[in-house]
């Protein structure tokens, strides 16, 4: 049912942009995982360049963390190298591409239910009130990171993590010479003498 309805959201999205869905037409065929986790998509490339659902195997995943989604509602082309890719790279490559030129035509969807003057002037006062390309959430979401990293730490910054990986490997690395250790004395002590 979720799978469903957004593969039908991405289909809606596509059909406002026709030059997208031409762009996917030659992987018609070609079966797409999308993991954004708690959700899972999977889809197959139809003749037209839409998406039907699917539970084939895919011949691409795209594993998008949660943490990247600001970057990406921003179409920060940098973000696409944070996404994990398994199978066809090329497919899952220009898949990402089409992805991230999706844009909602709010304005479009909102004159179909109150009128195109009265969308309008809600598009207008969103923009003011948001501003252009949605630069409030990155805002946002660049507060909420440095809050959570230096004020109320619920995130930890990228060098902490990478000391606590090392001081885990240097841990293991000490523990294995130790038992290393422990067996030659053990054999040395407990080994039957002639």
């Given at each position: 049912?979720?799978?469903?309805?957004?593969?039908?959201?991405?289909?809606?999205?596509?059909?406002?942009?026709?030059?997208?869905?031409?762009?996917?037409?030659?992987?018609?065929?070609?079966?797409?995982?999308?993991?954004?986790?708690?959700?899972?998509?999977?889809?197959?490339?139809?003749?037209?360049?839409?998406?039907?659902?699917?539970?084939?195997?895919?011949?691409?995943?795209?594993?998008?963390?949660?943490?990247?989604?600001?970057?990406?509602?921003?179409?920060?082309?940098?973000?696409?190298?944070?996404?994990?890719?398994?199978?066809?790279?090329?497919?899952?490559?220009?898949?990402?591409?089409?992805?991230?030129?999706?844009?909602?035509?709010?304005?479009?969807?909102?004159?179909?239910?109150?009128?195109?003057?009265?969308?309008?002037?809600?598009?207008?006062?969103g923009q003011s009130l948001f501003g252009s390309r949605g630069q409030w959430l990155k805002n946002l979401?660049?507060?909420?990171?440095?809050?959570?990293?230096?004020?109320?730490?619920?995130?930890?910054?990228?060098?902490?993590?990478?000391?606590?990986?090392?001081?885990v490997d240097t841990l293991r690395d000490d523990a294995e010479r130790l038992e290393k250790r422990l067996a030659r004395l053990q054999h040395l002590f407990c080994s039957p003498k002639t």
């Amino acid at each position: 049912m979720l799978n469903r309805l957004s593969v039908a959201t991405l289909n809606h999205l596509l059909a406002q942009q026709p030059v997208l869905p031409r762009r996917l037409q030659p992987m018609t065929g070609k079966v797409a995982r999308l993991l954004l986790p708690p959700h899972d998509i999977r889809f197959v490339i139809d003749s037209n360049g839409l998406l039907s659902a699917s539970e084939q195997e895919a011949n691409a995943t795209l594993s998008i963390p949660l943490s990247l989604v600001p970057r990406l509602l921003m179409h920060d082309q940098a973000a696409l190298n944070d996404i994990h890719i398994s199978g066809e790279s090329e497919f899952a490559a220009e898949l990402g591409r089409v992805l991230m030129q999706l844009r909602w035509d709010a304005t479009e969807d909102l004159s179909r239910l109150v009128g195109d003057i009265t969308a309008n002037r809600l598009s207008q006062l969103g923009q003011s009130l948001f501003g252009s390309r949605g630069q409030w959430l990155k805002n946002l979401s660049e507060n909420l990171v440095e809050h959570w990293t230096e004020e109320q730490p619920l995130i930890a910054h990228k060098a902490q993590i990478q000391q606590f990986i090392n001081d885990v490997d240097t841990l293991r690395d000490d523990a294995e010479r130790l038992e290393k250790r422990l067996a030659r004395l053990q054999h040395l002590f407990c080994s039957p003498k002639t």
